[in-house]
């Protein structure tokens, strides 16, 4: 994956314009923190650019709203569009006076801004590996039994991902005959699974010297509503969170 740093917008009045988009396109925020144990989804309400402040709709568990109000370190991520959008803020207030049903936040000083053709794949950890499950029913078969199986994700994107397919493990000719499978599956630990329709795209072995063995297959996602978009993104943050802290 690329280094989020050479997407990081620092200049106010850019912030301000990609906040307004956000704002216009009732884009849904995933706000996570105490190291992403505690989350929900929001919108952004108004931004008031002369205060550089944006109103944010509080979380539906009042439990959350109470514990937020204490949290440093807390992580606003979204998509627009295909572009993953991010960041980071200490600290968020309500209004003394009424409003109670909103949150007030300053403008992020930095704003991560990801357009799709920038966010490249990014491989899955050897630890907590996610994975993907697929159900279809061969054409081939005499009854109409459907099939279930589960893959490793070997890297994943916003657009789509591959998986580890071994012919020996599963069927040798699973792949033949599809090319279009509407139920698909993805697990991803710690953030949750989501369902889509998938394209396969293309398969190639994983080691050149071994065809016969390992195979990557490629999957296209198929009309990603935003709110799946948005669990995407989390988790490709949260892997490139980690591989940073790491170094």
């Known amino acids: 994956m690329t280094d989020t740093a050479n997407f990081t917008l620092k200049n106010s009045n850019e912030i301000n314009r990609k ?19 505690n989350f929900f989804i929001s919108t952004l309400l108004e931004i008031n650019t002369k205060k550089k402040t944006i109103h944010l709709d509080i979380a539906s568990d009042s439990k959350v709203n109470k ?51 920038l966010f490249y794949r990014i491989k899955s950890p050897i630890q907590n590996t996610p994975h993907c499950q697929l159900s279809f029913t061969p054409k081939s078969a005499k009854n109409e039994h459907t099939l279930v199986f589960s893959f490793k994700i070997h890297d994943i994107s916003l657009t789509g991902l591959s998986l580890l397919y071994n012919p ?25 699974s989501f369902e889509t329709p998938i394209e396969i795209r293309n398969r ?44």
């Open 204 to 247: 190639h072995p994983k080691d050149t010297s071994a065809p016969e063995k390992i195979q990557i297959i490629g999957i296209k996602f198929q009309q990603l509503p935003s709110a799946i978009e948005s669990t995407i993104q989390r988790y490709l943050l949260s892997i490139e969170r980690s591989r940073t802290n790491s170094r």
């Open 19 to 37: 906040l307004t988009l956000l704002l216009k396109q009732n884009s849904l925020i995933t706000v996570s923190f105490n190291e992403g144990s």
């Open 67 to 117: 514990q937020i109000l204490k949290a440093k370190n807390i992580l606003f991520e979204t998509s627009v569009s295909g572009i993953a959008v991010s960041f980071t803020l200490n600290k968020v207030t309500q209004p003394l006076l009424g409003g109670k049903d909103t949150f007030i936040l300053d403008f992020p000083k930095e704003l991560i801004w990801l357009e799709r053709r």
């Open 168 to 192: 020996k493990e599963h069927q040798s000719d699973l792949f033949a005959d599809i090319n279009k499978i509407d139920d698909f599956t993805v697990n991803l630990p710690n953030i949750g």
